[in-house]
Every structure is written in structure tokens, then in C-alpha cells.
């Protein structure tokens, strides 16, 4: 029982480690990293607080170092997915009447755990099996995770103190309810920090949590499970489950008490859940929350007067970061041709400063493609390319899988807009550049809101504020973060509330205010303090 008006402590960001060759942080990543690589982990699937091992297991091996194993990971059958909805119906009964400050005071612990004794293992586990860089991982695993358990409860706080107005003699209170049922949480492989987030975020708000994470990110999920363990989160409020996609989704989303979904992945995906959920709507217990964030086509546009180093960098960071494993890469671009022989000499010679291989090695900016499915896939848009007159590759376009899955980082120019790597989310290192006349440049902006499905990130370069607030105002359904003057990556929680619209989701910004309030069924109290006695208004009188 509250009794008190709690402040919880400020949330700011998550100061990001260097790990500068010859430091000791730089040292002592790299020693867990190789601790854990040389290792053998045997992962379970936790169903109400208790580890299970089926014997089912997938190997668990590294994107850029395929032949070599770190261990295992279990698998589920449907009596598992069953067992779930079970034990966190249990668990809900006194996790949703938990008090507000003592389900905080779990998610503030778990962001000290991680600032600190779980910073190096959760990194590593983020470098080993998704093959991301020091900074990377950095930045998403610890940082960005960091940051969502913090301000995620400060946005709490904020929704809980919002309360309605009161007449005299009444007093109205608002209640923010956990949803009736539980929510399902489906998680990507390119960001260990969303993969906390989705299930951790409904559960701050004291709902129970199915997860399933992606099985290329299963190591790193694992350790989120450790992590939230320690933090003493109860039993069977986040169930981690692992298996068959269909299995599961199957079993949840036919259940009687689905009472929403925390999805990030792909937008075919997004809309089978859709649909399915649609069919199924009269057996639920409630209308479901359907949250999700899903494709990208993300653009760069430059303007004449724009700063042609400042858009060369833009493209060199914002398109092979993470190898383009971002939902937010840069993957397109429009420049002018005024502007291009200096922005194409710089990508060049950054593209071809890259040294690709292993995170252990932190002078490699570039790192493998998640598995051979996202090789043989990306590799069959170069080997097209290749082939294709209305597309050049100016720099890079090679690939080999013989020890990881390795993409170069390429950059196509074409001469048609509508070419397929202009429209089609590829997920890898590879961005699409379609050089316009420096006097079209606003009817090139039509073009770029026009071409694709999407709306998730993009940014535009310019030094005249003219032309920047008509760019601002055209492109202003074409992506739900916006950039200017910056690349289309790096969304800070707390700053850039991140989430797009169109085929790229529901826009409901996670890491913010606007997210959390999904969790909740609220519940508005009147109470009047001295009722009437008298059915009879003053209009009656004689």
C-alpha cells in the first residue's frame, strides 16, 4: 500500500564508454568477449520463473565465424506456449496489484545492474552472437537499454500524475489499469536493447509478458533474463519462450486472454498478426493493443547548397553502421549534381578505409551480416546489379562466407528511381544513389515521399532555412523521425522518440510516454462526497 508521493530519480542518458585501445575498459570487454566466444552456454526457455532444457536444441554460432559454436539454446513444444499463458496468469494476480514505486524500483535496480557488473557480459553476448563492433554494442546493448529502464519510469510517473480536474464536492481520479490478460512481445535480432524494451515495458506497468525473441539473438536474450532476475523481477512476469514462430503465435493469439502485442520486425509479418488478430477479435476477453515497428526505406536528401562532406559522412555512417542492420540505415539517397563528384570522392575513400572482420578486433567498423539467409539474399541484389545497365557499383559489390557472412559495404548509383534497391527494403550494407538536376529539387522531394511503402526514418541536408522548412513540410508523412542536417540514425531515447507510420508501423514511439500509455486500460472514479437526496432539479420548481 503506497503512502506516499514518490519522486523516483531523474533519468539522463547513459554516458557511452569509448573503450579506446589501451584503456581498461577497452581491456576488460575484450577478455569477456573472448571468455564467453571460448565457452560452451547451455540456454534454457523460462516458463514462470523455472528454466527449461527439452533436449531440442539449435546451435548458437557467430555471424563472422559461422563454423565455430558458444553453445545451445532449447526449445519449446506447444504444451510449453500453453504452460506460459498459465503461469502468467498465475503471476498477474499480484504483479498487477504491485504498488508503482516497488515494480520501478525493479527496472531502476536492473539499469544499475547493467551500468555496471552487467555492462562487459551483455555487450560481449551482443558481439559474439550479432555480430556488432565495441561502439555498437555499446550504444545499443548497455546505453540504449540503460536508458529505456530509467526513462520508461520516469514516463510512468508522468502518466500516473495526470489526473483529471474535480468540481466542488467531487473528486475524480484516474487509474491506469494493467490490461486483462496477457501481451505478447516479439522481438529482432539488430537491437538487444528493443529486445529488452518490448516485454520490459508492458511489464512496468504491471502486465504479465510472453516474449519471444529472435533466434539469432537468443544469447543476449538470455542474459536480459539473468538481468532482470537479479533486478528481482517476480516469477512468470516475463515468460521467455523460444522455438517455432508459428507454434507460438499460434497458440497466443488464439488464447481467450491476448490482450496485446509489442512487435519489431518485418512489415509481412506485422500484417499476418493483423489479420489474424482481426479474425479472432469476438474471442478475445478485450480489443487487443496491436503495437508494432517494422520496415524501412530510409532516405538521405541533400539539397544544392548543402555541406558535401557533411552528406558523405552521413552516408558512410547512416548506411553501413551495423552493416545497414538498422531499421533506421540509410539505404537511399538523392543528391545533386552539382554536389556529387565531392560527396562521391569522399564515400569512396571512406568506404575503402573500412576494415571488415570480427568485433573482438575494435579497429573493424564493419562486421558480418546476421546469417546466411541475409548473405544469399543480399549478395543476389549485388550479383544483379552487376548486371543491371540503369545501376553502377561505384565501391565495393564483393562478398565471401567462407569464415563469416561478409557483405562490403556498396554503393549502387542508378539512373532510375524506381529501381528496385530504391524501393526494396535489403537490410545489409548497401544504399541506392539516384543523382537528380540541382533545378529539380523539389519535385525530387515528391519523389522521395511517393517511392515505397515506408515511413520510418530520413534525412534531409540544406543550409537555406527556405528550403529546409519545404522539405520539412512535403516530407512530413514520409518518416516518422526526421532528420536535418544529421544521418537518419542514432535515436536517443528520452530525445528522438523512435517509430514510423505507414507500412513502417504503429508510431507509437518507444521509449516514451506515448508507448507505455498502450499498457494501460484506464479506469476513471468519481466519487461525490455528499449525494443528493432528491431526484428533483431546480427547472422544476413552480
Not at 556529387?340 to 572482420?357: N, Q
Not at 559495404?409 to 541506392?432: A, K
Request: proline residues 5%; glycine residues 8%.
Amino acid at each position: 500500500m503506497s503512502n506516499g508521493f514518490f519522486k523516483v530519480p531523474k533519468a539522463v542518458n547513459e554516458p557511452v564508454n569509448s573503450y579506446a585501445p589501451g584503456t581498461a575498459q577497452h581491456k576488460d570487454l575484450i577478455t569477456t568477449y573472448h571468455k564467453m566466444f571460448n565457452e560452451q552456454v547451455d540456454i534454457p526457455f523460462y516458463i514462470g520463473g523455472k528454466e527449461y532444457r527439452t533436449g531440442k536444441t539449435v546451435d548458437i554460432h557467430p555471424p563472422h565465424d559461422h563454423q565455430h559454436c558458444v553453445g545451445q539454446y532449447h526449445t519449446a513444444d506447444k504444451e510449453h506456449i500453453e504452460l506460459a499463458v498459465e503461469k502468467a496468469a498465475e503471476a498477474r494476480v499480484k504483479w498487477a496489484k504491485t504498488s508503482w514505486e516497488h515494480r520501478a524500483a525493479i527496472f531502476l535496480k536492473a539499469a544499475e545492474l547493467l551500468a555496471g557488473p552487467y555492462r562487459y557480459k551483455m555487450n560481449a553476448a551482443t558481439m559474439i552472437a550479432q555480430s556488432k563492433n565495441v561502439m555498437q554494442a555499446e550504444i545499443d546493448a548497455a546505453c540504449e537499454l540503460i536508458d529505456f529502464l530509467r526513462f520508461n519510469v520516469e514516463f510512468m510517473t508522468d502518466i500516473y500524475s495526470n489526473q483529471p480536474e474535480s468540481s466542488p464536492g467531487i473528486w475524480n481520479r484516474m487509474q491506469y489499469r494493467p490490461l486483462e490478460g496477457f501481451v505478447y512481445a516479439i522481438t529482432p535480432f539488430n537491437f538487444t536493447a528493443i529486445a529488452g524494451n518490448l516485454p520490459a515495458a508492458p511489464a512496468m506497468m504491471g502486465n504479465v509478458v510472453i516474449w519471444k525473441p529472435a533466434r539469432s539473438q537468443v544469447y543476449s536474450a538470455n542474459v536480459i533474463m539473468e538481468l532482470f532476475k537479479e533486478a528481482g523481477l517476480p516469477d512468470g512476469v516475463i515468460n521467455m519462450v523460444t522455438g517455432n514462430s508459428g507454434t507460438i503465435t499460434d497458440v497466443l493469439l488464439n488464447h481467450k486472454d491476448f490482450a496485446g502485442v509489442h512487435f519489431t520486425g518485418s512489415t509481412p509479418v506485422f500484417d499476418d498478426f493483423w489479420k489474424t488478430i482481426g479474425a479472432n477479435v469476438k474471442h478475445y476477453r478485450s480489443y487487443p493493443r496491436i503495437v508494432g515497428e517494422t520496415g524501412g526505406k530510409d532516405f538521405i536528401w541533400a539539397h544544392p547548397s548543402a555541406n558535401a562532406q557533411e552528406v558523405a559522412t552521413a552516408i558512410s555512417r547512416g548506411a553501413f553502421e551495423y552493416q545497414g542492420q538498422k531499421c533506421s540505415a540509410a539505404s537511399r539517397a538523392y543528391l545533386p549534381k552539382s554536389l556529387w563528384a565531392d560527396i562521391k570522392k569522399s564515400v569512396i575513400e571512406d568506404v575503402k578505409s573500412f576494415k571488415m572482420g570480427s568485433p573482438d578486433d575494435s579497429s573493424n567498423f564493419i562486421n558480418a551480416v546476421i546469417d546466411d539467409r541475409a548473405f544469399k539474399k543480399l549478395s543476389g541484389y549485388l550479383d544483379q546489379a552487376k548486371k543491371d545497365k540503369d545501376a553502377e557499383i561505384i565501391v565495393g559489390g564483393g562478398y565471401d562466407d567462407s569464415v563469416g557472412y561478409f557483405i562490403e559495404p556498396t554503393v549502387i548509383v542508378t539512373s532510375n528511381p524506381q529501381y528496385e534497391t530504391m524501393c526494396t527494403e535489403l537490410f545489409g550494407p548497401i544504399i541506392t544513389i539516384y543523382i537528380y538536376e540541382d533545378k529539380d529539387w523539389e519535385e525530387v522531394l515528391d519523389l522521395v515521399d511517393q517511392t515505397g511503402e515506408y515511413a520510418l526514418t530520413g534525412a534531409i541536408f540544406s543550409q537555406d532555412r527556405y528550403v529546409i522548412e519545404t522539405a520539412t513540410s512535403k516530407l512530413e508523412n514520409a518518416a516518422g523521425n526526421f532528420y536535418i542536417n544529421d544521418k537518419p540514425t542514432g535515436a536517443v531515447v528520452g530525445q528522438q522518440p523512435f517509430g514510423g507510420a505507414r507500412g513502417s508501423g504503429t508510431n507509437d514511439k518507444a521509449g516514451s510516454v506515448w508507448n507505455l500509455l498502450r499498457w494501460v486500460s484506464n479506469r476513471t472514479l468519481k466519487e461525490t462526497f455528499v449525494p443528493p437526496t432528491n431526484y428533483r432539479y431546480p427547472f422544476l420548481g413552480e
